[in-house]
């Protein structure tokens, strides 16, 4: 059974950091691109970063560029979310996601064929 399972969210203030984690297990993701999504209430899941297969190639949202950071280690097939400056606009359940084809593109949902239960993130003013 293949899982996604993230980890790390939580309840900061605004200008702290948080760093999530997305741990896969029941097969292995390290040849393709995985992903974070985010979705605050009353709104659309959106994107916010991804990184390609080898994590050499990054991809933010640009609400998110220049302060968070997506990385990832595959020999032990997770995927990080570093969060810096983070902001009450933040607020959200944050979700990874991981592709299993090659030539896709990183933004939508319909892109990714596994994901995670979701992490909440709250951000306070």
């Known amino acids: 059974q293949v899982q996604l399972v993230e980890s790390g969210g939580g309840l900061v203030q605004a200008g702290d950091s948080l760093r999530l984690s997305c741990a896969a297990s029941?097969?292995?993701?390290?040849?393709?691109?995985m992903g974070w999504f985010r979705q605050a209430p009353g709104k659309e899941r959106e994107f916010v970063a991804a990184a390609s297969w080898s994590g050499v190639s990054t991809y933010y949202a640009d609400s998110v560029k220049g302060r968070f950071t997506i990385s990832r280690d595959n020999a032990k097939n997770t995927v990080f979310l570093q969060m810096n400056s983070l902001k009450p606009e933040d607020t959200a359940v944050y979700y990874c996601?991981?592709?299993?084809?090659?030539?896709?593109?990183?933004?939508?949902?319909?892109?990714?064929?596994?994901w995670g239960q979701g992490t909440q993130v709250t951000v306070s003013s």
């Open positions: 996601a991981a592709q299993t084809s090659h030539g896709l593109g990183y933004a939508f949902s319909y892109e990714y064929a596994y």
């Open positions: 029941g097969r292995t993701f390290s040849s393709y691109p």
